[in-house]
C-alpha cells in the first residue's frame, strides 16, 4: 500500500507525493503524455530524439546535468510508444536543484542547432547498436508493422529508419515543444525524504508560472480486426533460427488485461511455466522460451518467442507452441496453477515496492493510465481472475485469426 | 495570483548542501551451529528477506576450464530429494526466486521470499546448496543450450571484444583471461562437476548474507536448515599464470557489421591498493558517468557514439581497468585518437576545480544511493567482508573523495592512464 496526496497546480500540472522517510534520497519523476504513437508517420522516432534533445540546455541552464551532478544527483529518461519520462534521483537536502533545473527546461528549452546536429548523430548510433549491428536486433520493426496496419504501435520508438533521425529540424523541434512538453500535458511526482507541504511550495514555486499549453486531442486510427494470420519469414544472416508469434489483446485499462497478463504467466512466468518446463526440459525443442505482453497503454500484444533446438525445424517448434496452446484453450486451467501465478504477482508487486524511484515512477505511471489510485489495486485485480476467466480469454486471443508470426531463418554466410 | 513570478530568478541556481556524512551501514554478524558466518543487514518497512549462500567456488578453484560455472548453475537440475521440476514448482508455488549468480571468483545460491512463505521455502533451499546430484540428462541439455547461446552471443561485436581484451590482459590459461567455447563446455563431464563441487561447496568455505527484514523466526529457520550439517575441506586457490599477449594492438574484422566494438584497457591491481580510492576518482571524470570526459567529448561534442564509457572491475586476485564504446566504422581513427587526447590531458592538465568539485558531490550522492535500502547496503557489506576490509574503509573511500586535489589526479593519471600500458581491441 503505497500512500501518496495528489494535488493540481492552476496551469494544469498533476503532482503526486510520497513521503518515505526511511531513505536519504529524493526521487522526481517527469512525465510528459507523448509517445512515438503520437508521431507523423513520415517522421517517425522523433519523440525518442527530443528526449536526448531536452538534455542538451534550457533557457537559465546550458547543461542540465552539470548542477544536478554538482548537487549529488543523477538522472535518465526513455521514451515508448505511449510517454516519455525522466526521472532525477538526488540527496533529499538538495532536492530544489532538481525543482529549478526540470522547470526551466519545461519553461523553455534551447533549440540549439549545434544539440539537435550531435543528438541525430547519437540517436544514430543507438539505431544502428540496438536495431541494425544485433542478431534480430530488427524484431520489433517486423512484428509491429504485422500486428498493426492502421495503428501507430507499428513502428517502434526508435523509429522506422534512420533517415526520419537525419531529416529532424529545428522548427519540428520548437513545434514539438510548445504542443506536448506543457504543464497540463506533464505529471510530477515526487518521493522519498520530502514532507507534501514542502513538495507543494517547490511546485508552485518552480513550475507554477508556467503557461499552459493546447495539446491537441490525441485521435489515433484504431486497429480493425485483420481476420486472418499475418506471416512473415525473413531469411538472414542470423545465428540460429527464431520465431516470434503476436497476438492481438485489449488496452491495458480493460478487464481482460490482468487475466491475459496471467495467460503469458501460466505459459512462462518461472521455470515450472508450461513452455519452460515441457517445451524445453521435456521434448527439448526449444534453446529457449519465452512468453510476456507488452503491457502497452493502447490494444497490445501477447509475445511467444523462442529458438528452435538443434536439429529441430522452426515448423516443428511452431506446432509444439500451438499444441500448448489448444491444451490451455480445450480446459481451464487447475486451482492450483493459478494460485502459484498469483503467489508470484504478489512477490513481484511486494519487490517493486521497495525504493523512492520505482514508487515515483510507478505513480506517475498509474496518474497517466487514468488515476494514482490505481497504484494500490493492482493486486487485487489479478486476485480476482478466475481460472473460468482465464479460460474464456484464451479462447478469444489464443487463435491463428488473431495473430501474427515472425521466422528469422538462419541463412549460412558465404 | 502568481506570487513567485516578481522574485523568482531562474538564472540563480538554489543553494546547495552538504550531502551529509557517509557511514558504514550497521549490520551484525553471527555464526550457524556449524560455524557458518553470517551478516546481516536488518533495514527496511517490507516483510521480505534475501539469503545469499556464498562459496569461494570460482575459477581459482577449477582443475578444469568452465567448471565452476557451470557446477554452480546446476544445482537446482535435481537433488537428492527433489527433481528440477519439483524445485522449479515448490519456488514457484510460493512466490520465490531462486537464482544461482556465479562471477570468476565466488558462486552464489541467493533466495528472495516473503517472511509468510519462508517456512516452504528453505528445505527446498537447502537441499539446492548441500545436496545437488547433477543428473547426466540435465547436464546434457544445459551445455546444449550453453553452446547455442554462445552461437548467438559470438555473434555481437561487443562481446567478442570483451572476451579478447581479458584473454589479451591474462592470457588463455589464466581463470581471468580464458573463454569458455564450445570444446570447453563439451568436454564437461559429470565426474568434473561432482569433483569441483564436493572440493569447494563446503561449509567451512561457506558465508551467508541475509537482508530485509530479519526477525527472529527467519534467524532461527536459517539455522535449522542451513546450520546442522558440516561438510570440511581444504579448498584452496590454485596457482595461476599470467601470460599476457605480446602484441597490444588487435584487430578482428567483420565484414558486414555497421558499428566496431572498441575495448582499450590495461591490468591494474587489488582493492587494497592504497591508489584505489584516488583511482576511483579519477576514473569517475574520465569516464565514469554521464558527465565525464569521454561522454562529453566524443559522445555529446562530437556524436560518434550512444555510449562511452571507462570502468574497472575488482576481482579477488587483481583488478583491470577499460574503456568500452560502439562506434560507426569509418570513425574508429578518430574516436581511438579523441580516448587517447582525453587521456594525456589528463596527465598533462590539472583538473579545474570547478569540475573536481561535480565529480565529487556526484560521487558522494552516488554513494548515499548506493546505500538506499537493505539490498543495496548488503553488496557493500559483501565487498567489506569478501576483501576482509578494516572498519572506515568506507570512511576512508568518503576521506579521499572529498580532500582529493589536482594535483594528485594528475599523478594518477599519468601512472595508470598511460597509452603504453593499453591493450587496443577492436572487432567490426
Known amino acids: ?414 | 495570483m502568481k506570487k513567485y513570478k516578481e522574485v523568482l530568478n531562474r538564472a540563480v541556481a538554489p543553494p546547495l548542501r552538504e550531502i551529509k556524512s557517509i557511514q558504514t551501514p550497521p549490520f551484525r554478524s553471527f555464526h550457524l551451529d556449524n560455524g557458518i558466518p553470517v551478516y546481516e543487514v536488518n533495514l527496511g518497512t517490507q516483510d521480505v528477506v534475501k539469503i545469499e549462500v556464498q562459496f569461494d567456488a570460482g575459477r581459482f578453484r577449477e582443475k578444469k576450464q568452465g567448471v565452476a560455472h557451470i557446477s554452480a548453475s546446476l544445482r537446482k537440475e535435481g537433488t537428492n530429494s527433489f527433481s528440477s521440476a519439483e524445485i522449479a514448482e515448490q519456488t514457484d508455488f510460493y512466490g520465490g526466486t531462486l537464482q544461482l549468480p556465479s562471477n570468476v571468483d565466488r558462486a552464489s545460491t541467493t533466495l528472495f521470499s516473503l517472511h509468510k512463505h519462508l517456512d516452504n521455502l528453505l528445505p527446498l533451499f537447502a537441499e539446492v546448496i548441500f545436496h545437488p546430484v547433477y543428473p547426466q540428462d540435465e547436464i546434457d541439455l544445459s551445455i546444449n543450450n550453453r553452446c547455442r547461446g554462445l552461437q548467438v552471443d559470438l555473434t555481437k561485436p561487443e562481446v567478442v571484444a570483451f572476451r579478447e581484451m581479458t584473454e589479451a590482459l591474462y592470457g588463455n590459461i589464466h581463470p581471468y583471461g580464458y573463454n569458455s567455447v564450445e570444446e570447453t563446455y563439451r568436454s564437461i563431464s559429470r565426474e568434473d562437476l561432482l569433483e569441483h563441487y564436493n572440493r569447494n561447496y563446503t561449509t567451512d568455505n561457506c558465508k551467508i548474507f541475509i537482508s530485509g527484514k530479519i526477525t527472529d523466526a527467519v534467524r532461527k529457520g536459517i539455522n535449522r536448515h542451513l546450520g546442522q550439517i558440516s561438510r570440511k575441506g581444504n579448498g584452496k586457490s590454485l596457482e595461476a599464470i599470467i601470460t599476457p599477449k605480446e602484441e597490444q594492438q588487435l584487430f578482428f574484422p567483420k565484414e558486414q557489421s555497421l558499428q566496431s566494438a572498441i575495448r582499450i584497457g590495461r591490468r591494474l591491481f587489488h582493492r587494497k591498493h592504497p591508489d584505489f580510492a584516488g583511482f576511483f576518482v579519477l576514473n569517475c571524470i574520465f569516464g565514469g558517468f554521464f558527465g565525464s570526459r569521454l561522454m562529453t567529448n566524443i559522445r555529446e561534442d562530437k556524436g560518434f557514439t550512444y555510449n562511452i564509457f571507462s570502468t574497472f572491475d575488482m576481482l579477488a586476485h587483481d583488478g583491470y581497468f577499460y574503456i568500452g564504446t560502439e562506434v560507426a566504422k569509418e570513425v574508429v581513427e578518430p574516436a581511438k585518437r579523441e580516448i587517447y587526447h582525453e587521456m594525456d590531458r589528463l596527465i598533462k592538465e590539472p583538473v579545474p576545480g570547478e569540475e573536481l568539485q561535480m565529480v565529487q558531490n556526484y560521487l558522494l550522492g552516488n554513494m548515499l544511493t548506493s546505500l538506499d535500502g537493505p539490498f543495496n547496503v548488503i553488496e557493500l557489506v559483501k565487498t567489506l567482508v569478501n576483501n576482509n576490509l578494516e572498519e572506515g574503509y568506507v570512511e576512508g573511500i568518503v576521506d579521499t573523495i572529498k580532500t582529493i586535489h589536482p594535483a594528485m589526479l594528475q599523478e594518477l593519471a599519468g601512472k595508470y592512464l598511460t597509452r603504453d600500458d593499453m591493450y587496443e581491441i577492436v572487432v567490426g
Not at chain 1, 512473415?232 to 478487464?255: C, G, S, T, W, Y
Open chain 1, 1 to 414: 500500500m503505497i500512500k501518496f496526496e495528489r494535488f493540481e497546480l492552476e496551469n494544469g500540472l498533476r503532482v503526486l507525493v510520497h513521503e518515505d522517510d526511511s531513505t536519504p534520497m529524493a526521487a522526481i519523476n517527469i512525465v510528459y503524455d507523448v509517445g512515438s504513437k503520437d508521431e507523423d508517420p513520415e517522421k517517425t522516432g522523433f519523440a525518442h530524439l527530443f528526449e536526448h534533445l531536452m538534455f542538451g540546455g534550457s533557457e537559465n541552464v546550458p547543461d542540465f546535468d552539470g548542477p544536478l551532478q554538482l548537487a549529488g544527483g543523477d538522472s535518465n529518461a526513455f521514451t515508448n510508444n505511449d510517454m516519455t519520462s525522466f526521472y532525477d534521483i538526488v540527496p533529499a537536502e538538495n532536492i530544489e536543484t532538481a525543482f529549478w533545473l526540470e522547470s526551466d527546461r519545461m519553461m523553455r528549452l534551447n533549440f540549439s542547432e549545434k544539440s539537435l546536429d550531435v543528438q541525430r548523430k547519437v540517436v544514430v548510433e543507438e539505431f544502428k547498436e540496438t536495431c541494425l549491428n544485433q542478431p534480430y536486433g530488427d524484431v520489433w520493426h517486423h512484428l509491429m508493422k504485422l500486428s498493426y496496419h492502421q495503428h501507430p504501435y507499428q513502428w517502434p520508438t526508435i523509429g522506422k529508419e534512420p533517415k526520419h533521425i537525419e531529416e529532424a529540424k529545428l522548427e519540428d523541434v520548437r513545434d514539438f515543444f510548445y504542443k506536448y512538453y506543457r504543464p497540463n500535458n506533464a505529471i510530477l511526482s515526487v518521493a522519498g525524504n520530502v514532507t507534501v507541504q514542502s513538495v507543494r511550495e517547490l511546485a508552485e514555486k518552480w513550475f507554477g508560472n508556467i503557461p499552459k499549453g493546447n495539446r491537441p486531442p490525441r485521435a489515433l486510427p484504431q486497429e480493425l480486426p485483420h481476420g486472418k494470420m499475418d506471416k512473415m519469414i525473413q531469411e538472414k544472416e542470423v545465428p540460429l533460427d527464431a520465431l516470434f508469434i503476436a497476438f492481438h489483446m485489449p488496452e491495458r485499462n480493460h478487464p481482460d488485461y490482468f487475466a491475459v497478463d496471467l495467460l503469458s504467466d501460466v505459459l512462462s512466468n518461472g521455470r515450472s511455466a508450461r513452455f519452460y518446463r515441457r517445451l524445453l526440459k521435456e521434448q527439448k525443442l526449444f534453446n529457449q522460451i519465452d512468453a510476456y505482453i507488452t503491457g502497452h497503454f493502447e490494444p497490445g500484444l501477447l509475445i511467444i518467442e523462442g529458438k528452435p533446438a538443434e536439429g529441430v525445424s522452426i515448423e516443428t517448434a511452431e506446432e509444439a507452441i500451438w499444441k500448448e496452446l489448444e491444451e490451455l484453450k480445450r480446459k481451464p486451467i487447475a486451482e492450483t496453477e493459478l494460485q502459484k501465478l498469483k503467489n508470484k504477482i504478489e512477490s513481484t508487486l511486494v519487490f517493486s515496492e521497495m525504493n523512492a524511484l520505482t514508487k515515483a515512477m510507478n505513480l506517475a505511471y498509474f496518474e497517466l493510465l487514468g488515476n494514482a489510485e490505481m497504484i494500490n489495486d493492482q493486486a487485487d485485480h489479478y486476485r480476482n481472475v478466475t481460472t473460468k476467466h482465464l479460460h474464456e480469454v484464451a479462447n478469444r486471443i489464443l487463435v491463428r485469426e488473431n495473430c501474427a508470426e515472425l521466422f528469422y531463418k538462419a541463412k549460412t554466410v558465404e
